[in-house]
């Protein structure tokens, strides 16, 4: 069977603050859907909302300071800063309203956004992430208490913002073929249903920004309590991983359940389930969809 070539387009978008962002779609025909990315990664995570024949019109942009997106002149990358860009992304598309698809911890900025702004969004497809305090769910796999697992993970972060100078030679030089993706695969790290090709666009990529500026968008993550679930009053879906080292499924189930009729779902994936799992990421939000325009 053939694989549908992937399509990309990339625009710039300012951001309320005057930051430039490198936005992105698929532009396909469909209802609207604003993906809501994990920190510093970038359109090839989702295979599946690439095809230009998925059936939904992607909008959505990569962050500050990565994948083309400027670094703020006053360094801010905060919850704040990323529900002003998803904000700026729907007004430049002249989209009113959209569903949410976000992944880790695009999760937090996508309950945000319909927490601050309900008439903005629609509905919400959460997938490997939860509504604020993301450090905490960490390590439930192997059952480490979550007060012990924000620290530290908030420490492994802390320190990659000073080590990163010396690990950054080595990253931009990791040779990112099928080998080495395959590597991954059978690492376990990522479930080798991933397919390698597209596993190895979405780290080629990632690679290319600076580990201490990842470091960075991921403290100004971890700064932010849980999101308020009081006011979600649209359908919603969460897709947790079994194996997920980043985002405890039984933290996702716990979010779930606060969120009037949502969906849960739990699969035998990792944090990567959109590379992982890309049919049924596609087969979600279809099902979401329709509860949306039901």
């Given at each position: 069977m053939t694989t549908p070539t992937a399509f990309v387009r990339y625009y710039d978008?300012?951001?309320a603050d005057g930051t430039k962002l490198r936005a992105?779609?698929?532009d396909a025909?469909?209802?609207v859907v604003l993906v809501s990315n994990g920190l510093g990664?970038?359109?090839?995570?989702?295979?599946?909302?690439?095809n230009p024949g998925c059936g939904v019109r992607v909008i959505s942009w990569n962050h500050r300071g990565t994948g083309g997106s400027a670094r703020p002149v006053d360094n801010r990358v905060d919850l704040d800063a990323f529900v002003e860009d998803a904000v700026a992304i729907m007004d430049d598309a002249g989209v009113a309203t959209a569903t949410v698809v976000s992944?880790?911890?695009?999760?937090?900025?996508?309950f945000e956004l319909a927490g601050r702004y309900p008439e903005r969004v629609n509905g919400i497809l959460a997938v490997a992430g939860v509504p604020g305090n993301t450090f905490a769910t960490m390590l439930a796999p192997i059952k480490v208490p979550p007060f012990i697992a924000k620290r530290l993970m908030v420490g492994l972060a802390r320190s990659g913002g000073w080590s990163g100078p010396v690990i950054a030679p080595i990253t931009k030089r990791i040779p990112w073929t099928n080998a080495t993706a395959n590597?991954?695969?059978?690492?376990?790290?990522?479930?080798?249903?991933a397919d390698v090709g597209e596993l190895r666009t979405l780290l080629q990529e990632f690679c290319t920004t600076h580990p201490s500026w990842y470091a960075k968008l991921a403290i100004g993550v971890s700064e932010h309590q849980r999101v308020s679930l009081?006011?979600?009053?649209?359908?919603?879906?969460?897709?947790?991983?079994?194996?997920?080292?980043?985002?405890g499924a039984r933290d996702m189930l716990s979010a779930s359940k606060r969120v009037e009729g949502s969906r849960y779902r739990?699969?035998?994936?990792?944090?990567?389930?959109?590379?992982?799992?890309p049919e049924i990421v596609m087969e979600e939000l279809e099902l979401l969809l329709d509860r949306v325009h039901a």
């Open positions: 978008v300012i951001s992105w779609t698929n025909e469909g209802p990664t970038n359109p090839h995570a989702w295979p599946s909302l690439l992944w880790s911890a695009g999760v937090t900025v996508a590597m991954l695969r059978w690492s376990r790290l990522i479930n080798p249903a009081s006011s979600i009053a649209v359908p919603a879906t969460f897709l947790s991983g079994k194996w997920d080292m980043l985002t739990e699969l035998a994936s990792t944090h990567f389930i959109p590379v992982e799992f």
